[in-house]
């Protein structure tokens, strides 16, 4: 199973970007899908998240800014980011929790970097 992660690019502050992650292989359901962010000297964190009913949570840094959504059938989880800060700065990594022909496992992206100028 790989995930292939896209979308990442530079924009001003206040602008908007939308990051997608898609997986490929013998995957056979999805449970949770999610992005993390690593920002320069600090620790990856959780930006948001999504489980196989559509249950939503995010960080709160985030929270009313940033929309996550996914497409289980497609097996693609989705980060729209709105009203973007310089603080938003960071390498964007997406995960799929899901059962492939090993069973569950965790998979990752490889990082898509967003970067907000003041």
């Known amino acids: 199973v790989q995930l292939q992660a896209s979308g990442g690019g530079l924009v001003q502050a206040g602008g908007s970007l939308r990051l997608s992650c898609a997986a490929s292989?013998?995957?056979?359901?999805?449970?949770?899908m999610g992005w993390y962010r690593q920002a320069p000297g600090k620790q990856r964190e959780l930006v948001a998240r999504i489980t196989n009913s559509g249950a939503t949570n995010y960080a709160d840094s985030v929270k009313g800014r940033f929309t996550i959504s996914g497409d289980n059938a497609k097996h693609t989880v989705f980060l729209q980011l709105d009203g973007l800060k310089p603080e938003d700065t960071a390498v964007y990594y997406c995960y799929q929790r899901l059962r492939s022909d090993l069973g569950y496992s965790n998979y990752w992206g490889q990082g898509t970097l967003v970067t907000v100028s003041s």
């Open positions: 292989g013998p995957i056979f359901s999805i449970n949770t």
